[in-house]
């Protein structure tokens, strides 16, 4: 958990970092737009390989490695590599760190306790996000940014001359704190399973546990749910610095506290949806994957920051509540169809591949030239339809699931006869 928050606070400051280094550089909004995409570019290219990564050696040290990975994109951003590229380098980092640490709550925990022990770890990292956005809003911004610029090394020229740069360098130490906390991850009993030596037959193994999960009843239903909520999340922290600046006129250290008061509501929904949900109920939690849509559509008429933060606050409760009982149901079916790493691994492919998907949508409109406004209210109605549509594919499900019982009850009725 502790490792979890570190990697998590440093990836989100870091992305308030990016977005100011690109506007510094007088980047168009597209670019800052498709850091979110290019984040998740490694999710979806790797995710045939990072699940058998996560299972062939201690998960503990997979996430070390990918920390020391996301250290390396910070210093690519800090010599020169484009911000765009460095930041994928980050995202691959991410790519590698995720199926390790959540395939490892399956390994030390029952089916039973996977609900509450997924509200502890997306409710710390969602605690991160708030951090993390807070804090990356505040190391760019004009209090604490001259004061990291006042640093010098002896004898040695950094070339950090900017706030975000500065910023970017004093993000390396929280990744290095995470990476020292990966390092006492306990060892479970876990048997590893040694990587196939021939990358296609990974890519084969990886269509296959997709397929699997994608053909399960409820297994589909939890991947669609939580593909579209990570797609939606993954994006929402730009589109609320987008319309802050549209609707309000904030400037980034002063939007990234309205990101911040989405994920405090996420972490509430989060907390309580943990407490109060069973894993069998998980899908009568969908009609809020419609509600965030159309509350995401809601934003572009609110132009008062005191009408802002609760209406915030309710679309991430909405997520939060939604999204860590599918998570634990999604765990659950993916461990028991192909085990931990794989089944994270494609949870990761897809929902990365809905954030990037989502990502450059929203990018696209904005290179066009349509204004937040327009962009946010297609981007929440496709998000609205795409949940309803989720709502009637289980819906359909459920009266298969009955007709196939009372066939088979007819059937033995008549063989009683």
């Known amino acids: 958990m502790s ?80 911000p765009l590229l460095s930041y994928a380098v980050v995202g691959l980092g991410a790519a590698a760190y995720s199926p390790a640490k959540y395939g490892i709550l399956t390994e030390l925990l029952p089916p039973s306790q996977l609900v509450k022990a997924n509200g502890w770890i997306e409710g710390l990292t969602i605690a991160s996000i708030i951090m993390g956005v807070l804090l990356g809003g505040q190391l760019v911004g004009i209090h604490i940014a001259p004061i990291l610029l006042g640093f010098d090394l002896p004898l040695i020229d950094t070339s950090v001359d900017t706030p975000a740069e500065a910023a970017v360098t004093a993000l390396i130490i929280p990744y290095i704190i995470a990476a020292l906390f990966n390092l006492r991850i306990p060892r479970t009993d876990t048997e590893l399973e040694p990587m196939p030596s021939q990358p296609m037959v ?96 809601g934003m572009v008429f609110i132009d008062n920051v005191w009408v802002a933060a609760p209406f915030l606050i309710l679309l991430g409760g909405f997520g939060g509540f939604l999204v860590v009982p599918m998570n634990a149901l999604l765990q659950h079916r993916g461990h028991n169809l192909m085990g931990a790493g794989r ?50 594919w289980h819906r359909r499900n459920c009266i298969r699931h009955r007709e196939e019982v009372e066939r088979l009850l007819a059937i033995a009725r008549c063989d009683g006869h």
């Open 3 to 82: 490792a979890q928050f570190f990697s998590s606070l440093a990836d989100n400051a870091l992305f308030v970092a990016a977005v100011e280094l690109l506007r510094a550089s007088g980047a168009g909004e597209w670019q800052r737009a498709a850091l979110v995409p290019m984040f998740a570019l490694f999710y979806v290219i790797l995710a045939p390989f990072v699940g058998a990564f996560a299972d062939a050696i201690p998960k503990g040290r997979v996430m070390f490695i990918s920390n020391s990975i996301k250290v390396v994109g910070c210093l690519m951003m800090l010599f020169g590599s484009h």
């Open 202 to 297: 990974l890519v084969r193994d990886f269509a296959d546990c997709n397929a699997r999960l994608w053909n399960d009843k409820l297994g589909q239903i939890s991947l669609a749910t939580t593909t579209l909520f990570w797609g939606v999340g993954g994006n929402l922290r730009y589109i609320v610095l987008a319309w802050a600046a549209a609707a309000l006129n904030y400037g980034v250290t002063q939007a990234t506290s309205l990101v911040g008061v989405v994920t405090i509501g996420t972490a509430v929904g989060a907390v309580v949806a943990s407490a109060a949900m069973k894993l069998d109920k998980a899908p009568k939690t969908i009609p809020l994957g419609i509600g965030m849509g159309l509350l995401l559509v």
């Open 343 to 392: 089944s994270i691994a494609v949870q990761n492919f897809n929902e990365q591949a809905c954030i990037l998907a989502l990502g450059a949508f929203y990018s696209g409109l904005t290179k066009v030239g349509m204004s937040a406004f327009g962009a946010i209210t297609i981007f929440g109605l496709l998000v609205a339809a795409t949940m309803w549509a989720i709502g009637h």
